[in-house]
């Protein structure tokens, strides 16, 4: 099934780190914004690193939240063919327009949320690989990975 990226990127001039993972899930749509699946871990790590319950916010604040913290947030994908919210079924991509953020940013670290978007974003991108840090996929189906574990491994990132 074709699917086109439904969402803006989250950015300000500020932003230093960009978060990529490949393209939001069929939940994350129907409600609106990035990592809303509720088995979704992104919003859990978040809060943990930051000492904020991110996962209870509104949109509007999420948005906020990561701001205030210069993270940018996007997807590497701008459309493709793909089973539901599969990663491993990702055909035919057209990638999104990630220099345009880093030419409007104070990005120098970027973040790919798993292996896929990693990949993705290095055949895209090959030019930025030494910025790119790939962590463990926050999704449940990542479910080999305790929250603690994840959760060090992005702080490591983060901070």
């Known amino acids: 099934m074709k699917k086109i990226h439904p969402f803006e ?3 300000d001039s500020n932003s230093q780190i960009l978060i990529l993972g490949t393209l939001p899930s069929v939940e994350s749509v129907k409600q609106g914004f990035y990592y809303m699946h509720p088995q979704n871990r992104f919003w859990k790590i978040l ?8 996962y209870h916010m509104s949109i509007e604040e999420k948005k906020e939240f990561l701001l205030e ?12 063919s793909i089973e539901l919210s599969s990663d491993a079924s990702i055909q ?4 999104t327009d990630i220099k345009m953020l880093i ?10 949320n798993g292996t896929k978007a990693y990949q993705l974003f ?29 959760t ?4 490591q990132a983060l901070l």
């Open 9 to 11: 990127p989250i950015y």
């Open 47 to 54: 809060s943990k690193i930051y000492s904020k319950d991110a």
């Open 69 to 80: 913290h210069q993270i940018a947030l996007y997807d590497v994908v701008a459309q493709c």
């Open 92 to 95: 035919n991509v057209r990638y």
């Open 103 to 112: 030419q409007k940013t104070s990005i120098s670290r970027i973040l790919l």
């Open 122 to 150: 290095l055949k895209a991108y090959p030019e930025y690989k030494d910025m790119a840090i790939c962590l463990p996929s926050t999704s449940s189906a990542n479910a080999k990975i305790q929250l603690e574990e994840l």
């Open 152 to 155: 060090e491994h992005w702080k």
